[in-house]
């Protein structure tokens, strides 16, 4: 059974740093890729970064360089790293996989999410 538990998020000032982890159970990132989505008020839950088993990454423009996504298989965690962050990054954050065999990134529809966690961006 396919389980997402992400942990991590909070508030922090403009230009602040969040790391934001994501326990997962039920799959490996050998079968299945691992993403992170984002709903900010008023929009819906939107892919923001990917990582597959190739090791490829991507990233939504609204991210890109600033957002790293990692994993550590022996651990089944995911992480994203959240550097230079703005007011528009205040939102709830999601850890979640698309569970098709041989998907890469990116990867617009995920099936599976968690719960989500908070991350509040305000001077």
Same mark, same amino acid.
């Given at each position: ?28 990132? @050998? ?29 939504? @423009? ?6 790293t ?7 089944? &965690? ?7 962050? &703005?007011?528009q @990054? ?8 698309h ?8 990867v617009?529809?995920?099936d ?8 509040t961006?305000?001077?």
């Amino acid at each position: 059974q396919v389980q997402l538990v992400e942990s991590g998020g909070g508030s922090v000032q403009p230009g602040g740093s969040l790391r934001l982890s994501c326990q997962f159970s039920g799959f490996t990132l @050998d079968t299945y890729p691992i993403g992170w989505l984002r709903q900010t008020p008023g929009q819906p839950r939107l892919p923001i970064a990917c990582i597959d088993r190739t090791g490829k990454t991507t990233y939504a @423009d609204s991210v890109n360089g600033r957002t790293t996504i990692s994993i550590e298989s022996t651990e089944h &965690k995911a992480y994203l790293q959240l550097n230079n962050l &703005k007011p528009q @990054d205040t939102g709830a954050y999601y850890c979640a996989t698309h569970p098709w065999l041989g998907t890469t990134c990116p990867v617009q529809d995920y099936d599976y999410w968690g719960q989500g966690v908070q991350v509040t961006v305000s001077s």
